[in-house]
């Protein structure tokens, strides 16, 4: 999984294989094909049996695609590690991760460039976010915001999210890995969808799961530099490159290095979105 780190990740269930060309058609930057929550318990024997037909025939799009096994507090994970063996993955997604060693399990089935995301669920994966990120073979982290609220008893609004948010984020950047994944947003709305994705980058994130494929525009929306911070980035940048003393002033604000950093990286995401909308 080269190039810029992904920014939509969509779920498909693993029992709807007639749905999985549909989503890699999406536009989203990585499909999830789903053996945990969207498939009911009766249907994980069938929704494995999908995944590895289509896995076998399915040639590069295979580099677009996780799949989300069943944690291993399951009766249904060893099974799903052996699907893991049989297919070879490049990356899998692992729920209720909570320790490092779990990581490692799940990679000794894969082959030797394949990575974990990590998913962290609960209070005790926030307490071993340190262990967990800087583990071996991790490709990012996310947040299963849904699952911590219940494992907490806390409400959609509580700040214990943005509380365990930030602790992803900031154990993803001390451990060097890209900008962690928000959770799902269930509501299909796009302005409810472009508002969840913009509080959670300004707690850190860089990418968010989608459940339905109208989620992937709204996501890119919110994640795209806006007219105003566009503008702001160039001004400083021009102004930077003719200044030779190492600081200036610029609308009334002193402009030093940090801040134009933060320009550059507002111009290369601008630059990313112009390219994803050039046919």
Request: glycine fraction near 6%; include cysteine; aromatic fraction near 4%.
């Amino acid at each position: 999984m080269s190039g810029d780190p992904p920014q939509t990740y969509l779920f498909v269930p693993g029992n709807r294989p007639e749905r999985f060309a549909k989503a890699l058609a999406s536009g989203a930057d990585r499909v999830i094909l789903d053996l945990e929550d969207a498939v009911a318990p009766g249907d994980k024997a069938a929704a494995r049996d999908a995944v590895v037909q289509w896995m076998t025939g399915a040639g590069e799009a295979q580099g677009k695609v996780l799949i989300r096994i069943n944690d291993d507090a399951t009766p249904w994970h060893l099974d799903d590690l052996a699907l893991m063996r049989a297919v070879q993955p490049a990356c899998v997604m692992l729920p209720k991760c909570e320790t490092a060693a779990q990581v490692a399990a799940v990679l000794a089935s894969l082959a030797i460039n394949a990575t974990v995301l990590p998913l962290i669920e609960t209070a005790r994966g926030v307490m071993g976010l340190p262990g967990i990120a800087a583990a071996p073979g991790v490709a990012c982290l996310a947040f299963g915001s849904l699952d911590y609220m219940v494992d907490l008893n806390i409400p959609a609004d509580s700040l214990a999210l943005d509380f365990a948010a930030s602790q992803i984020a900031i154990a993803s950047r001390a451990a060097g890995l890209n900008s962690p994944v928000a959770g799902v947003t269930p509501a299909l709305d796009a302005a409810q969808v472009s508002a969840d994705m913009r509080h959670a980058r300004s707690l850190g994130f860089g990418a968010k799961m989608c459940i339905h494929p109208a989620q992937v525009a709204a996501v890119r929306a919110a994640l795209a530099p806006s007219a105003e911070e566009r503008a702001w980035a160039q001004r400083v940048l021009q102004a930077w490159q003719a200044c030779s003393t190492g600081a200036l002033q610029l609308d009334g604000k002193m402009i030093d290095r940090p801040v134009v950093l933060k320009a550059e990286r507002i111009a290369a995401q601008a630059a990313r979105t112009d390219s994803s909308l050039t046919p």
